[in-house]
């Protein structure tokens, strides 16, 4: 459904299609009472949750691991004035299973840092909202 405002809200498929093709998206999380916004990459696991790599020493690890946070991504064309923009809302969690870290290690995201002390973190994809612009004509 567009609205008149020129977005489109997009429904959850649409949502996870649109996230396993971003290269990075960010990180919400509360860093010592103060809202923080963190840049990573990162991949869509198979059962729709967000996987990112990270150092097991990193404040990250420690503010978000067993709390709810978000996770957005988008692309924007300016040009144009259209794009999206998804957002996950859910439980984040260090992968301590070792057959789990082991697939991910195969399959899930690669820091673009170099690291020596990896950790998978998951974002469980509880609730999942996105919407699109669908680009609306210039001013003027």
């Not at 990459?41 to 709390?67: E, H, P, Q």
């Not at 697939?103 to 699109?132: C, H, N, Q, Y």
Request: hydrophobic share 45%; net charge negative; proline share 6%.
């Amino acid at each position: 459904m567009i609205h008149s405002d020129g977005f489109r809200s997009l429904d959850r498929q649409e949502c996870l299609r649109l996230l396993a093709e971003a290269p990075v998206g960010r990180v919400v999380y509360t860093r010592q009472a103060l809202p923080a916004v963190l840049p990573v990459n990162f991949t869509l696991d198979t059962d729709s949750s967000v996987a990112l790599c990270t150092s097991a020493a990193s404040d990250l690890v420690r503010a978000v691991d067993g709390v709810v946070v978000a996770f957005e991504a988008d692309d924007f064309d300016a040009g144009n004035r259209s794009g999206w923009s998804v957002v996950v809302t859910g439980r984040a969690a260090v992968v301590t299973d070792p057959a789990e870290h082991e697939r991910l290690l195969r399959t899930g995201p690669r820091s673009w840092m170099p690291m020596r002390d990896g950790v998978f973190v998951r974002i469980e994809a509880e609730m999942v909202k996105g919407r699109e612009l669908t680009g609306l004509p210039g001013p003027g």
